[in-house]
């Protein structure tokens, strides 16, 4: 007799973020995108709002992070991302520049890879406190595969001054 559900399910961390227009609204939408077209949704920090990054000279973020459960393969993930991004009108224009929404994947299980087009873990993650914020509220003893060090760890460590601040919403 087969088995009924054959696919393989892995835990993945996206960072969500988004400054213009509604902002909320905006990470409302994504979440509603990545259940239906990529997995469930284990864990979700709250929303922060935080400085810009990279380029100062633009509104505030929202930034959440989700856990998600997904069957998806990292390549495919990526396209899933994308096209939800597209669909909620991001246009790539110029990097750190203003965005309506961007999706980015931080963790792909303990998963390392370094293809074109796509590196997990983000290479950027620990030193960004907007992204460790929400990370460490759903997963502090995550541990990064890379750096061998747990979520809150890399935010004690993290030398990112820039404003994080979490919403009650």
């Known amino acids: 007799m087969q088995p009924y559900n054959t696919k393989r399910y892995i835990n993945i961390f996206l960072c969500l973020g988004s400054n213009i227009g509604n902002r909320g609204a905006n990470l409302r939408d994504a979440i509603l995108l990545i259940e239906k077209n990529i997995g ?11 400085q810009p990054w990279g380029e100062p000279n633009q509104d505030p973020f929202y930034n959440q992070v ?13 396209d899933r991302i994308s096209r939800a991004e597209r669909e909620l009108g991001r246009e790539r ?18 998963r390392i890879i370094r293809d074109k087009g796509l590196e997990i873990p983000h ?3 620990h030193k960004r406190g907007f992204v460790l914020a929400p990370l460490m509220e759903i997963a502090p003893e995550f541990e990064h595969p890379l750096l061998h060090k747990q979520i809150d760890d890399l935010y004690m460590d993290c030398l990112d001054e820039s404003l994080v601040v979490r919403l009650d919403y």
Do not use: C
């Open 40 to 50: 469930k949704i284990a864990k979700k920090s709250h929303v922060y709002e935080t």
């Open 66 to 78: 989700l856990m998600v459960n997904t069957t998806l393969d990292p390549r495919d993930l990526l």
């Open 93 to 110: 224009q110029e990097k750190w520049g203003p965005r309506v929404i961007d999706i980015d994947i931080l963790f792909y299980g303990k």
């Open 123 to 125: 290479p950027e993650l």
